[in-house]
């Protein structure tokens, strides 16, 4: 009897130290995005990043970038809650940068104001139908479903009197896995990560992810802004293309010692120095290329 717990115990233990592994197990991936705009100059932009996840652990860098957004070339993001907390990381300018996404577009908000009502932006007219929910392909060898979503919102800016409306339809569609449970994995592949502070605008976002429980391996979006005689229609496709486990080291989430801490307005006005772009566009060129990928 001794023996058989001794045998016990052993089983006991073994099975204590796969789950335990089991539970510590990270992830990589590796996800392309392509920016296609039909018309425009430059018509497309690819960018690449690599990214380690353990947990609500993330460390997302950059490989190649489009130019003149906030995300350059080597630099990478790290976040230890699932992107409560963000920080862009410049390696080249040894510079730390927290990201609140809130405040980028409150800053837009705040350069409105110091123009003493010069400029005025307002939203309205949201709308947001789920058109389909059914079985997906499947991606890298896991099975997912594909949702589909059309939503729009009218965007009204005007600038001394003079004053601009245009129409904003989004073909929204998604491939999700069940496959993923890890918190780090959504930083960067859900979109409803940001937060503008327009409860309206918001809630718009929300409502594309809000009934998805998993995580996009695959999402294709096709946005078509009309006003003024003028329409211009961009396609926005990210896929990832690999994705495996593997195990992370925890200094691979650290914040580098030694960096500068660095505004995110600094951050802002860096990014447009490097890509040779003048600054006198108005705000929302300006916050838009936040988030070119």
Request: with cysteine; charged share 25%; aromatic share 8%.
């Amino acid at each position: 009897m001794k023996s058989l717990d001794h045998r016990l115990i052993a089983i006991l233990v073994l099975l204590g130290v796969t789950a335990a592994a089991t539970a510590q197990a990270g992830h990589y991936y590796e996800a392309i995005t392509l920016n296609e705009a039909a018309g425009m100059p430059g018509g497309s932009q690819e960018s690449t990043v690599h990214a380690w996840v353990d947990g609500d652990n993330a460390k997302i860098e950059f490989q190649n970038a489009a130019q003149g957004g906030l995300f350059q070339e080597g630099s990478y993001l790290v976040t230890t809650d699932a992107g409560g907390t963000l920080y862009l990381v410049d390696p080249e300018k040894m510079t730390i940068t927290t990201l609140d996404f809130e405040q980028i577009m409150g800053m837009a908000g705040s350069m409105m104001e110091a123009m003493g009502g010069v400029v005025n932006m307002e939203f309205g007219n949201f709308s947001s139908e789920k058109i389909s929910e059914e079985s997906g392909e499947p991606i890298l060898g896991h099975a997912t479903t594909r949702y589909h979503y059309q939503t729009g919102y009218t965007m009204a800016i005007s600038v001394m009197g003079f004053k601009r409306e245009s129409r904003i339809e989004t073909d929204n569609q998604a491939w999700c896995s069940d496959d993923f449970d890890a918190g780090g994995l959504r930083v960067w592949l859900r979109p409803d990560r940001f937060r503008t502070g327009n409860e309206e605008f918001d809630q718009l976002i929300r409502q594309q992810y809000e009934t998805m429980d998993c995580l996009p391996l695959r999402n294709e979006i096709i946005t078509t802004t009309s006003g003024s005689g003028d329409t211009t229609v961009t396609t926005t496709k990210t896929d990832v293309v690999v994705i495996r486990e593997e195990s992370v080291a925890a200094s691979v989430f650290e914040l580098p010692a030694g960096y500068e801490q660095v505004s995110l307005m600094e951050g802002i006005t860096s990014g447009l120095e490097d890509s040779g772009e003048e600054e006198d566009d108005g705000p929302m060129p300006n916050i838009r290329d936040l988030f070119r990928r």
